[in-house]
């Protein structure tokens, strides 16, 4: 096969995968203009080679060994493509990195993503999971996402109603592969209100002024807060919840709290409740343990963590260890929140 020079053989993504797995691509690519994810695409059809897409590698469990191409999403920039009184419109480039964008649009004075700080990864995986932390949602902000479309081999912008954007979900989850993020649009408003409902943040502005509670002393109060609870990946493999907080019948939930008066749980909507997983997986004595290279993270037992020399499998054994302990408990299903990469 005469490969493009730009194509990189036997490429290690070790530094490209929070979890800090050793792993090795077939091939790679950098992507740093949106054209190139066409003409990648493109290659990759004429010799049947299978791809895939890598942000930041923050919401991922990679497989040792990545056949095919793997495009590594780096477009960078951020361009204000428009500006009133109410609000501004922002195109932000897929491989940007989410947090420095957070920082970006608090230092021009546009505030609104602060409570998303400090969420690893890139903006073109942030609609993918549709990122959420401290009772805001990335979608609220979106107004397009811009992508190649490689089932009908064409570009497409999706407007925020078409990317059916639910809890961790959205169309771009639901058809894996299919569409290749290159750019994210957002509309941040000018009006702005703080949000500090989550018990975290309440907790956090106790007692002082409404004055104080500024976008940035919201950014700040959340980087505290994760900073405490949730590992560093460059200390700690790990990708943050590896479940998601599982939604459920509030009858099914009357029921569990008559056998578990501590469950913790949240309104979702008038008949269902949003389930704290990490307090379930808690609560079956999971917090901190250690079996071979991965574990359970002590302060916070929704993460799953790698101390180094582990692979996808061990940490997918842990995984479904934790599934069916949880299933025998309270008969819940928990579904793994990262995306699994198949070998
Ligand atoms: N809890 C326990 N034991 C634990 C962990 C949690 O009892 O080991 C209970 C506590 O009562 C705690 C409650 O569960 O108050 C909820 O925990 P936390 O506030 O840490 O939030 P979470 O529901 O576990 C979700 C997101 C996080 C996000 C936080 C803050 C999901 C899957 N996870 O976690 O997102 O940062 O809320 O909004 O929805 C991520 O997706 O990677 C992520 C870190």
Redesign the pocket.
Known sequence: MNLPSNLLPAYSLSQRNTLGFEVEAEFAIHITEAKQIAETLVYAKDHNMPYQVLGGGS?VVLPSALPGLTLLMDIAGIEIVSEDANGVSLKVGAGVSWHSLVIWTLEHSYPGLENLALIPGTVGAAPIQN?????VEINDYINSVEAFDSQAMQWITLDRAHCQFSY?HSLFKANPLRYIISAVNLYLPKQWQPRIS???LQHFFAGKENDSITPLAIFEAVCEI?TQ??PDPKQIGN???F???PIVENSMLAKLKQRHPAI?AYPEDTNHSKL????L??HCGF?GLRTGNVGVHD?????LIHHGGGNANELLQLAERIQKTISEQFEIDLQV?PIIFNA
């Open positions: 919401n990122i959420g932390a401290y009772g961790r989550y018990v975290d994760r609870k949730l990708v943050g919840s479940f998601q907080n913790v704290a997983a990490g307090w997986i808690d917090k302060k916070q037992a929704l993460v929140e």
